[in-house]
C-alpha cells in the first residue's frame, strides 16, 4: 500500500495536474511536492556578472519555488507537505524519494528522511530534437527510481 507519494512540482499545468491526480487516486497517501531549483537556469555565467549576481539570482529562484509550491498546495483540496531544494532535478528527486535529509539539515529534523514509496511527475511531452537537446527528467526518474514512478500526461 502506498502511504508516502514525492510529486515533482515545476510550475506547469502538467505538473499541477500530476499533483491533483496524486491526491485523488491516493487519497490517505501522505503528498509532499518538491521544487527543485536547477542552478543551470542561472543566467549569470561563472563570473556572475557583477557582484551579488548569484545571490540575487538565487533569492529570485527560491522565491519563485516557494510561489509554485503555495500555488499547487492550494490546487489540491487537502494538506501536503512541500519541499523546496536545490539541484539538478533528476538526481534531487531520485534522492529525496530516497530518504535524503533536506540540504543544509544535518540533523535531519526537515523531512523525516524515510524513503518514499511511489513518485509522482508530469511529462511535457517533447519529441525528438528538442527532447535530445533539453534531456528529460520524467524518463531520467523512471529509469533510475528504486520505487513505482506514475508518469502523468
Not at 16 to 41: G, K, Q, S, Y
Not at 69 to 78: F, H, K, P, Y
Not at 116 to 140: C, F, P
Given at each position: ?20 491526480f ?9 503528498l ?17 556578472g ?6 540575487q ?41 530516497g ?10 529534523t ?18 525528438g ?25
Amino acid at each position: 500500500m502506498t502511504k508516502r507519494i514525492l510529486v515533482a512540482v515545476d510550475g506547469s499545468d502538467e505538473a499541477t495536474e500530476a499533483l491533483r491526480f496524486a491526491a485523488t487516486e491516493w487519497p490517505d497517501a501522505e503528498l509532499t511536492a518538491l521544487h527543485v531549483i536547477n542552478p543551470a537556469d542561472s543566467t549569470t555565467g561563472a563570473e556572475g556578472g557583477f557582484p551579488g549576481a548569484v545571490d540575487q539570482w538565487y533569492d529570485s529562484a527560491r522565491g519563485r519555488g516557494e510561489r509554485i509550491l503555495r500555488e499547487s498546495s492550494e490546487a489540491v483540496d487537502r494538506d501536503i507537505d512541500t519541499r523546496l531544494e536545490v539541484g539538478r532535478p533528476t538526481a534531487t528527486i531520485l534522492g529525496v524519494a530516497g530518504g535524503e535529509a533536506a540540504v543544509g539539515d544535518e540533523n535531519g529534523t526537515e523531512g523525516t528522511g524515510e524513503p518514499y514509496d511511489h513518485v509522482v511527475l508530469a511529462s511535457q511531452g517533447r519529441t525528438g530534437i528538442s527532447r535530445i537537446l533539453l534531456g528529460s527528467v520524467a524518463e531520467g526518474v523512471v529509469r533510475r527510481a528504486d520505487v513505482p514512478v506514475t508518469v502523468v500526461r
